[in-house]
């Protein structure tokens, strides 16, 4: 046998629940290893210790007096009497998570409706989005019409600027548009809707 | 829900055996006496759904383990037995019973061996002191301690072995122990 195979055997041979091939085989290893041998004089040491000393770290007395009875039976009688604060408990514990559920389900509602289109991108694509400069080159301005409510958003458009910014340019809905959060390219048509719905860029 | 005489009678047949054993788990009196009577009334709102597939007292023993964890997370401190140590040497003598008288020499040496011990127990986690308690006070098997723990034989051993080795190494190999 290894050590390690003892040492999970050496409570059952201190207990006296070893098997008896078990208990041959064990001694025979502790009769030629010093270190399992220590392990085992370490665990008597121990158990006889506690053993030794239960009696007085947990005294056997008679510790129902007729006091702690007077006192057990007193706060029984006060707790069968206070079913109604109990079930108020449980009432207000049910109703707080009632609450926090509705509650919940508001939020998931409002989230859900801002995030899921109520038009599908491309079906308000304006017929034409007038394009003027912004400054530096490629920079422009996408402008919807008026019957878009007025949004005015800045991109920044891949191509170049397609009138020289003077006059009005359609933006052909399937263009690629570089927005103003850096790597987020997206079909003019999204972009436009994107921003109709949530009321502001990314 | 028990009846005041069904909680009378609970408490007549179990009390002390629970106290002591709340006393090995808490180390206090107070704590003891507070975690015996919340066993005591949980039993009592409960009896009526006890099945009666353990004993009376394994059953209470189960309850008891739960308010005592409970208690550990509520007080967020570890128990000290010491406390016991010192509210023992002010308690009323006539409260113990089956002090024997022995001479003063065994008389201090079991004194300071059980000091030791009792500081050894304190530094134990609950879960070993546990196994501890359902061991050598309830002197229960393993198996049933293992039942009643629903964990494994293993894990009851190895707890068991990691818990006297403590013991052993705070007793030291100067202190001697009287059997």
Not at chain 1, 77 to 101: D, G, K, N, S, Y
Not at chain 1, 167 to 175: H, I, N, T
Not at chain 2, 11 to 20: H, K, N, P
Not at chain 2, 135 to 161: F, N, P, Q, W
């Amino acid at each position: 046998m290894k050590c390690g195979d003892v040492r999970g055997s050496l409570l059952d041979l201190l207990e006296g629940t070893i098997n008896p091939e078990q208990r041959a085989a064990v001694q025979q290893h502790l009769g030629q290893c010093d270190e399992c041998r220590a392990e085992l004089a370490m665990l008597q040491r121990g158990r006889d210790g506690l053993e030794a000393s239960l009696e007085q770290v947990v005294p056997v007395g008679r510790y129902l007096t007729e006091w702690r009875m007077g006192r057990l039976l007193g706060a029984f009688e006060v707790r069968a009497q206070q079913p109604r604060i109990i079930t108020l408990r449980r009432f207000i514990a049910a109703a707080a998570a009632a609450a926090i559920l509705v509650s919940f389900r508001f939020i998931y509602a409002d989230v859900r409706s801002m995030l899921t289109p109520k038009q599908q991108p491309g079906e308000a694509y304006p017929s034409a989005l007038r394009v003027s400069p912004l400054g530096p080159a490629g920079i422009v301005a996408l402008t919807p019409t008026a019957e878009d409510r007025g949004l005015n958003v800045v991109f920044e458009y891949m191509k170049a600027s397609p009138a020289g910014g003077a006059a009005a340019a359609s933006v052909p809905p399937a263009d690629l548009v570089r927005t103003i959060s850096p790597g987020i390219d997206v079909p003019v048509q999204n972009a436009f809707y994107d921003c109709q719905e949530a009321g502001c860029w990314w | 829900m028990a009846t005041k005489s069904d909680l009378e009678k609970l408490a007549r047949d179990y009390y002390d055996r629970l106290f002591r054993a709340a006393l090995f788990m808490c180390g206090s009196n107070a704590a003891a006496e507070d975690l015996v009577q919340e066993t005591y009334l949980a039993a009592a709102t409960s009896l009526d759904s006890f099945e009666g597939r353990s004993s009376v007292y394994t059953w209470l023993y189960g309850i008891m383990r739960n308010k005592f964890r409970a208690y550990l997370r509520s007080k967020h401190h570890q128990v000290s037995l010491q406390q016991l140590a010192e509210e023992s040497a002010g308690a009323d003598a006539s409260e113990l019973v089956g002090a024997d008288e022995p001479g003063a020499h065994e008389q201090s040496v079991r004194r300071e061996t059980a000091e030791i011990v009792r500081e050894a127990l304190d530094a134990l986690p609950p879960h070993h002191r546990d196994v501890l308690a359902l061991r050598y006070l309830e002197r229960m098997s393993y198996k049933e301690i293992a039942d009643a723990l629903g964990c494994s034989l293993g894990t009851v051993k190895s707890r068991i072995h990691y818990a006297l080795r403590s013991i052993a190494l705070s007793l030291g190999d100067e202190q001697e122990v009287l059997p």
